[in-house]
T-cell receptor, first 112, second 111 residues
Framework: NAGVTQTPKFQVLKTGQSMTLQCAQD?????MSWYRQDPGMGLRLIHY???????DQGEVPNGYNVSRSTTEDFPLRLLSAAPSQTSVYFC???????????FGPGTRLTVT | KQEVTQIPAALSVPEGENLVLNCSFT??????LQWFRQDPGKGLTSLLL?????REQTSGRLNASLDKSSGRSTLYIAASQPGDSATYLC??????????FGKGTRLSVIA
């Protein structure tokens, strides 16, 4: 099993550009989520999904879009990148929300 | 709103020392509590998951305890090694809602 994979590892965007951060898991997990990690702020939830076709907002959803068309994939879209979105982004998955969570290696995003 | 606090924010100990990391949470009606380790520039690695019906879990030199009534969990690391240097995060889960994280304790074990 590859576990939770994220691409790309690093990305630099200009303000206003859009992009998609990819997240995939091969453990047949129903629950997937996206977090951002910033110095002094800890990990904050952006969006989550309890299964294919179902998504919901977390603590900091503005400027981000998600969809879940398959169990395996949960991409995060930045619609119009802003410098405030410079962060490290982590994807996580588990069998259900209350169970052990597994994290991907992260994507380090810089918006100039 | 659930809040999770980890004290201390940073800790430096000599190699071989036993140490305790603390995690407290404001809403005791949690489902699970999970401890993670994060190395600089890396993702989170799950260390231990304690379910609400359990009082402790052990893995090697690590032992995590949970006291729901007082809103506390501790992570005990025995015979610390330089390779244990990392940031340790705790997170709580209530029902079907996502994890709420503490801000972590940065541990340095000095050889």
């Amino acid at each position: 099993n590859a576990g939770v994979t994220q691409t790309p590892k690093f990305q630099v965007l200009k303000t206003g550009q859009s992009m998609t951060l990819q997240c995939a898991q091969d453990m047949n997990h129903e629950y997937m989520s996206w977090y951002r990690q910033d110095p002094g702020m800890g990990l904050r939830l952006i969006h989550y999904s309890v299964g294919a076709g179902i998504t919901d907002q977390g603590e900091v959803p503005n400027g981000y879009n998600v969809s879940r068309s398959t169990t395996e994939d949960f991409p995060l879209r930045l619609l119009s990148a802003a410098p405030s979105q410079t962060s490290v982004y982590f994807c996580a998955s588990s069998t259900y929300a209350g169970n052990e969570q597994y994290f991907g290696p992260g994507t380090r995003l810089t918006v100039t | 709103k659930q809040e999770v606090t980890q004290i201390p924010a940073a800790l430096s100990v000599p190699e071989g020392e036993n140490l305790v990391l603390n995690c407290s949470f404001t809403d005791s009606a949690i489902y699970n509590l999970q401890w993670f380790r994060q190395d600089p520039g890396k993702g989170l690695t799950s260390l231990l998951l304690i379910q609400s019906s359990q009082r402790e879990q052990t893995s090697g030199r690590l032992n995590a305890s949970l006291d729901k009534s007082s809103g506390r969990s501790t992570l005990y690391i025995a015979a610390s090694q330089p390779g244990d240097s990392a940031t340790y995060l705790c997170a709580v889960i209530k029902g079907n809602t996502p994890l709420v994280f503490g801000k972590g304790t940065r541990l340095s074990v000095i050889a």
